[in-house]
């Protein structure tokens, strides 16, 4: 056994931290104050891109963007001690920064050489700041994503989308969605199929970017597809390989590496909470008294076993062992242990809390949303009892 | 990095621990606890597969292993039955200021004798969990006081836990036996000082934290035993059991339960695992300790009670072990002044910043 990270991992997240401060936190907190999405054209963007970043992990059609391009050999664990680090210093500019984002690693997975080059090379070297999105979450299912009502219809040589999507990260930004839709609403998963939709396409339209508790660096926002024609090539992978497959992600059914991303967010959100509240605590003489003491020992006793969970998730996920029951275990815990250690924080500050001006109240407002997507903590608690005790579905 | 695998040596250490647990302990558990004693046939095969001498170092005749070997066993003993663990082992936690604090010689004078005794049991108690005349600290050539209860019948060796010292008493030690709540198979007495001649004493700050740290690795972990066992129990129980046309499993109330309670067992266990390998490579790790075990004692208040409850009027009756697990997983957790003292020790860490370093090897707690 063995619970340390090495010298590399250590300068990694050195490099995150010291970004984190000077740039994602003010960011984070402006966007808060200012309560709107960080703009597409706000210069932090345009130094990201500068800097290299938002590029995508495919390797390119000569493989030479191994060498420049994101690096796609970290491990899980890296990954979500990364993604602790910079939840840490703000959760909403991480989900804000620009690249090919969530669908990237379907596009990977399962896309076709043809798709990768039409819809990953701008990411190779982008001119600007681009973006592309994920389009699951429908106003009437969340978590049940098997109950999806987007449909598509065959037409021709093509595809017809209809239906309505929400809550989707960076939509109006994007330059294409990944939308997931369903061949029969009565089939579930097996009917499932996702298609590229070109930002411009005649029927994609109506996004409202919605009004939202916290996270506001990055835009959730709901949208329309009305007839919205696709040609066939957009079809993620090709009907053949559904022929196959019998549906949308089923291979990766045994491990999930999503999940504890979200808890290693909710890790890092709470640390910045449990740090804020005990130097208010140190400023404000309050670390003398047992009952201070014992709540920031109990919160930070739970931030490094949520913290310990999902690191052992992500290790599972790295060896290729199932990790399905402690990736749920990991989201369901940290949601929880996340929004404890806000929640004391803003006891700790007391009325200073309700003036609404402490880093402390964002990150109470902001930490609530890792107890929903991805999963609620009540669905990974199903999900845990399909495994533990067969929980019929 | 990472590694969440104990690896080969230790796995066979636990596939031998878990299956002498299997086969020897578990069965009699009642036998066990109705005797307050374990059976001898049960001692000499302990005896032959050599746990009992785990953390002794090699020089002594031990294998020289850690606080996370003793953790994995431990949990594996503790699965079976948590009373016959400690009566099984003859030095205990007592080995741990004898080994942080004291010297060779005192060791192989004091300690290894009761290796090959029968049946001799050597205690640690701490100076919360006694009432003395004076402190362990600052006590004389003689001590006097009363401890309420210690899971044994016998005392070989009593070795007495402060702050900043530990103190070795032989003779002078006298045991009145108490039904006891819970670890029955080890013995309950009160066990009274009266002018007891200190044997031995030795001071060191450092040294007696260590000492208490990796006791509570020890209780922690024989904890975590009762704790996975008493929810795997109801689990399975819960898959058999029938109302309203499905196992109670499937109804969602218990449902939940369940995968929370499985939540408890595998946190404690991360926590645990994470103290006491700190404590191995020596980076410290005493509050992580202290951490571990006020986490196994938490999960204790929700697992405990909740594996007879899963069980309904079944699980009150003696028929069913899950009573017995919830009477000794609250008894595990009082020992070592119990989930206050574990907490204002991980909580003094914290506030004082002394955790910056070894509480989280990176960023976590880091001033910002």
């Not at chain 1, 963007?45 to 420049?68: A, Q, S, V």
């Not at chain 2, 103290?275 to 790790?285: F, S, Y």
Request: proline content about 4%; charged content about 25%.
């Amino acid at each position: 056994m063995e619970f340390e990270i090495d010298d590399a991992m250590r300068e990694r997240l050195a490099v995150v931290r010291e970004r984190g401060r000077t740039e994602a936190r003010p960011k984070g907190l402006e966007a808060d104050r200012l309560g709107r999405p960080i703009p597409v054209d706000d210069p932090y963007f345009k130094t990201l891109i500068e800097r290299g970043e938002g590029r995508t992990r495919w390797p390119g059609p000569d493989g030479k963007n191994r060498e420049t391009g994101a690096k796609s050999t970290r491990t899980t664990v890296m990954a979500l001690l990364s993604a602790e680090e910079f939840a840490y210093w703000d959760r909403g500019v991480g989900v804000a920064q620009p690249g090919p984002g969530l669908p990237e690693g379907n596009v990977l997975s399962m896309g076709t050489d043809e798709q990768k080059e039409r819809f990953l090379s701008r990411f190779l070297e982008p001119d600007r700041p681009r973006w592309a999105c994920f389009g699951m979450t429908e106003p009437s299912c969340g978590s049940d994503a098997a109950a999806i009502q987007t449909t598509a219809r065959k037409d021709g040589d093509g595809w017809v989308l209809n239906g309505a999507k929400c809550f989707i990260g960076g939509a109006s930004r994007a330059d294409w969605i990944l939308v997931q839709a369903t061949l029969d609403p009565s089939k579930g998963r097996e009917a499932h199929r996702a298609f590229f939709v070109d930002q411009g396409t005649p029927g994609l339209g109506g996004f409202k970017i919605e009004k939202k508790m916290g996270l506001k660096a990055y835009e959730s926002t709901s949208f329309s597809l009305q007839d919205c024609r696709v040609p066939d090539e957009n079809l993620l992978g090709g009907e053949a390989r559904y022929q196959q497959t019998a549906g949308f992600k089923t291979a990766m059914r045994t491990f999930n590496a999503g999940r504890p991303v979200i808890a290693a967010n909710a890790v890092g959100i709470g640390r910045a909470a449990l740090d804020e509240a005990l130097a208010f605590a140190g400023d404000h003489d309050m670390l003398g008294r047992e009952r201070v003491r014992d709540r920031l020992e109990r919160s930070a006793r739970k931030l490094k076993l949520a913290r310990l969970m999902c690191l052992k998730a992500g290790w599972l996920a790295d060896a290729q062992k199932p990790n399905i029951l402690e990736a749920s275990m990991s989201k369901a815990l940290a949601a929880q242990v996340g929004q404890e250690a806000t929640s004391l924080g803003m006891e700790l500050l007391g009325t200073v809390g309700a003036r609404g001006d402490h880093l402390i109240e964002k990150l109470y407002r902001d930490v609530k949303a890792m107890d929903i997507v991805e999963g609620t903590g009540q669905i990974q608690r199903v999900i845990m009892a399909r495994h533990l005790v067969q929980l019929p579905r | 990095m990472f590694d969440f695998d104990a690896g080969d040596d230790l796995d066979l250490i636990v596939e031998t621990a878990r299956s002498f647990a299997g086969e020897e302990l578990s069965p009699r558990l009642r036998d066990h606890e109705s005797a307050r004693s374990v059976d001898a046939g049960v001692r000499a095969k302990f005896s032959e597969i050599g746990l009992a001498g785990l953390e002794l170092p090699e020089a002594a005749g031990g294998a020289g292993l850690g606080s996370l070997a003793r953790a994995l066993v431990n949990e594996e003993l503790g699965a079976a039955d948590a009373g016959a663990a400690l009566a099984l082992d003859p030095l205990g936690a007592a080995l741990y200021p004898l080994l942080e604090l004291g010297d060779e010689g005192t060791l192989r004078e004091l300690a290894l004798p009761l290796l090959e005794a029968d049946a001799a049991r050597a205690l640690l108690v701490c100076e919360d969990d006694a009432a003395l005349v004076g402190s362990i600290d600052s006590a004389g050539d003689r001590i006097t006081g009363s401890v309420p209860w210690v899971p044994s019948d016998r005392c070989d060796l009593l070795v007495l836990l402060g702050r900043e010292s530990a103190v070795v008493v032989r003779e002078g030690v006298r045991l009145e036996p108490l039904h006891g709540s819970g670890l029955r198979a080890a013995g309950a007495s009160e066990l009274r000082l009266d002018e007891a001649p200190v044997l031995a004493r030795w001071r060191g700050r450092p040294g007696a934290a260590r000492a208490m740290a990796r006791a509570r690795i020890h209780q922690a972990s024989l904890l975590l035993g009762v704790l996975r066992q008493a929810a795997d129990f109801s689990r399975q129980y819960a898959l058999e059991r029938q109302a309203f046309g499905k196992p109670i499993a499937h109804h969602q109330a218990l449902a939940f339960l369940i995968t929370d309670m499985r939540i408890a067992v595998d946190g404690a266990r991360l926590l645990l695992h994470e103290a006491a390998w700190r404590l191995d490579t020596a980076e410290g790790g005493e509050a992580a300790a202290a951490a571990a075990y006020a986490e196994a004692i938490d999960a204790s208040l929700l697992v405990g009670p909740n594996g007879v409850q899963i069980l309904g009027g079944h699980g009150f009756m003696q028929d069913y072990p899950v009573e017995k697990w919830m009477r000794e997983s609250r008894a595990l957790g009082l020992a070592l002044g119990g989930l206050d003292a574990a907490r204002e020790d991980a909580g003094r860490a914290l506030c004082d910043g002394a955790e910056k370093s070894s509480f989280a090897t990176f960023s976590f707690g880091e001033a910002v």
